[in-house]
């Protein structure tokens, strides 16, 4: 049971560039979520998904996209790199994501844009 | 609005003493109340939650955590620190919305514990 896995771990890009996080998860949940971490503001949610099919927006989702076409995998998609998506990024995943379901979060994807 | 708040940015506390990292929340209705902790270059790590039922709440690596409606808070200890106890440490609240219940995190305090 590998837990929720995200590749890569480090990545530089330049300004204008695109890429995409990878997440997955092996504990069958239904809720995954993704969040950046920058310094003394916390996590906060990009984008969210109950289910395949299903996504939604977080708190600060301009400049990212997700889908869920499997339970298992929940990837971020990064269209145009800008040096304000500099941070540290999460996924993690729940069974419901509500009341008082436990949320369990990947090691993170360090990001720099140049 | 719904909202959690750590106001230490960091706590030190020498290691055998007890310590308390604070956390207070502003939630509608019943709040689900959680702690993780972050070591260096890893990712969030489950401690404990409060869903309902007794105020204090036991968890991972001999911490505890204090439910006090009156006072909205939601306070972190632990009778005796230990120096692998440094480490950044969240509080986080459950929202309602509409279809789901969005986590909300605190913006962390630091936690060193000296020698």
């Known amino acids: 049971n590998a837990g929720v896995t995200q590749t890569p771990k480090f990545q530089v890009l330049k300004t204008g560039q695109s890429m995409t996080l990878q997440c997955a998860q092996d504990?069958?949940?239904?809720?995954m979520s993704w969040y950046r971490q920058d310094p003394g503001m916390g996590l906060r949610l990009i984008h969210y998904?109950?289910?395949?099919?299903?996504?939604d927006q977080g708190e600060v989702p301009n400049g990212y996209n997700v889908s869920r076409s499997t339970t298992e995998d929940f990837p971020l998609r990064l269209l145009s790199a800008a040096p304000s998506q500099t941070s540290v990024y999460f996924c993690?995943?729940?069974?419901?994501?509500?009341?008082?379901?436990?949320?369990?979060f990947g090691p993170g994807t360090r990001l720099t844009v140049l | 609005a719904q909202s959690v708040a750590q106001p230490e940015d960091q706590v030190n506390v020498a290691e055998g003493n007890p310590l308390t990292v604070k956390c207070t929340y502003s939630?509608?209705?019943?709040?689900?109340l959680f702690w993780y902790v972050q070591y260096p270059n890893r990712g969030l790590q489950f401690l404990l939650k409060?869903?309902?039922?007794?105020?204090l709440v036991k968890g991972s690596y001999g911490f505890e955590a204090e439910f006090n409606k009156s006072q909205t808070s939601f306070h972190l200890k632990k009778p005796s620190a230990l120096v692998s106890d440094s480490a950044l440490y969240f509080c986080?609240?459950?929202?309602?919305?509409?279809?789901?219940?969005?986590?909300?995190f605190g913006t962390g305090t630091r936690l060193q514990v000296f020698p």
């Open positions: 993690a995943s729940s069974f419901s994501g509500r009341g008082g379901d436990t949320q369990y």
């Open positions: 504990m069958n949940h239904e809720y």
């Open positions: 998904s109950v289910g395949a099919g299903i996504t």
């Open positions: 939630v509608s209705g019943n709040p689900y």
């Open positions: 409060y869903i309902t039922g007794d105020n």
């Open positions: 986080a609240v459950r929202a309602l919305s509409y279809n789901t219940d969005k986590l909300i």
